[in-house]
């Protein structure tokens, strides 16, 4: 079954709302969490690196003013995207990293900016 | 220069055939090595990994290392169209250990 749960799997907001995405560790505590977009077509980025209990780590290029991230427990870490805009649409996926380095998948949110 | 590279197909194969996809990656630092396959709108799931030179088995698929030439290959056997999806290589350590870097993925169709 699913180790890493991700909430909402789908959603459409309006420019310039904020959206919270949240991921779920279910079956383990996890100290760091990370998260990436996917544009069509295209590959995996890694946008940060969620750290429980200290600030993220962001990458080069991810606005960390706009993409808020929070890991306020060992299961939960959560993506805030402020003043959406429509490139903004995308899929974002959060992991957690496995027991030999993998990395497991959330559902995934589809986010559409309207 | 990309840090992980697929072709990114479509690859198309009779069901019953062994597909094949490759990938290269240009650390040459890099440790750890994954493939996932992914469904259309849908996140990616862990097929197999692989650390070291070498075949490693798992049921259909096959995972193919050469760190000499900075090769990563997936061969799945007796293909079906269930396999049809598109399938990302993943690297991760070398310069940046904990980083995985993800491949653009190739499109596998398998026919009926």
């Known amino acids: 079954g699913a180790v890493v749960s991700q909430h909402p799997s789908r959603v459409i907001c309006k420019s310039g709302t904020s959206v919270k995405i949240e991921c779920r560790s279910l079956d383990f505590q996890a100290t760091t969490m990370f998260w990436y977009r996917q544009f069509p077509k295209q590959s995996l980025m890694l946008m940060a690196t969620?750290?429980?209990?200290?600030?993220?780590?962001?990458e080069q290029g991810v606005e960390k003013d706009k993409f808020l991230i929070n890991h306020a427990s060992l299961t939960l870490s959560t993506l805030t995207v402020t003043s959406a805009h429509p490139e903004d649409s995308s899929f974002y996926i959060c992991?957690?990293?496995?027991?030999?380095?993998?990395?497991?998948f959330g559902q995934g949110t589809r986010l559409t900016v309207v | 220069q990309k840090e992980v590279e697929q072709n990114s197909g479509p690859l198309s194969v009779p069901e019953g055939a062994i597909a094949s996809l490759n990938c290269t990656y240009s650390?040459?630092?890099?440790?750890?090595f994954f493939w996932y396959r992914q469904y259309s709108g849908k996140s990616p799931e862990l097929i197999m990994f692989i650390y070291s030179n070498g075949d490693k088995e798992d049921g259909r698929f096959t995972a193919q290392l050469n760190k000499a030439s900075q090769y990563v290959s997936l061969l799945i056997r007796d293909s079906q169209p269930s396999d049809s999806a598109t399938y990302l290589c993943a690297v991760k350590g070398g310069y940046n250990f904990n980083k995985f870097y993800f491949g653009s993925g190739t499109k596998l169709n398998v026919k009926p």
């Open positions: 969620s750290n429980e209990g200290s600030k993220a780590t962001y």
């Open positions: 992991s957690r990293s496995g027991s030999y380095t993998e990395a497991f």
């Open positions: 650390d040459r630092g890099s440790q750890s």
